[in-house]
């Protein structure tokens, strides 16, 4: 074999392998995923949302007239895994007491009540983002994302992705249990 056919072998496999130490130097690098950008509505008023419920007969989500208690907003979908797994949570959540609205992102909405009627219903007001403006209003990056909500209607605390049970024990209650304390 001659070096130059020698060399058209191997340059190939020298370039998979360098290209695999790359990756793998790239991949080792990189976190668990909880880091995920800063929202630019953190510390600023929540837009003004009013969409239509998600139910014919169901309550808007109108959220100046969330303004006065602190509350949970949740974005989610029924389409999505992540917010099947978060479910719990909301559910928790509002069972506690802690008033939750929902965000119906770009669903079917037969789909989306029947989601609810199976797993049980969290919400005390759902809007229907069937094109997905409120979610660019909002700045999510997808879905499920959950903002807590001041007695102003100041955007306190950005949530993206499924919330677990440690999140909810260790930094929603808690977060919320500060919001809630009277002013003095």
């Known amino acids: 074999m001659t070096f130059r056919r020698i060399y058209l072998y191997a340059l190939p496999a020298v370039a998979v392998v ?21 929202s630019a509505r953190l510390d600023q ?22 303004r006065g208690a602190p509350y949970v907003l949740n974005v989610w979908a029924e389409w999505c895994g992540p917010c099947k797994i978060e479910h719990p949570q909301l559910l928790a959540m509002s069972q ?16 989306a009540r029947a989601f609810l009627a199976e ?3 969290p919400f005390r007001a759902i809007g229907a983002d069937q094109d ?11 879905v499920p994302e959950t903002f807590l909500v001041d007695r ?8 993206a992705g ?16 500060h919001l809630q ?3 003095s």
């Open 119 to 121: 797993r049980g219903d």
């Open 45 to 66: 008023p929540m837009p003004l949302i009013q969409l239509d419920s998600l139910y014919p007969d169901g309550p808007a989500l109108d959220t100046e007239k969330l």
């Open 152 to 159: 102003e209607g100041f955007i306190r605390h950005r949530h």
């Open 18 to 38: 360098a290209l695999a130490a790359v990756f793998a130097g790239r991949l080792a690098t990189l976190d668990d995923g909880t880091d995920v950008p800063p």
């Open 132 to 142: 997905g403006r409120t979610g660019i209003e909002l700045g999510i990056f997808g």
């Open 181 to 183: 304390e009277p002013e």
């Open 162 to 177: 499924p919330l677990s049970e440690d999140d909810l024990e260790r930094v929603f209650l808690p977060f919320l249990a």
């Open 96 to 111: 506690q007491g802690i008033p939750v609205y929902g965000v119906n992102y770009k669903d079917r909405p037969e789909l």
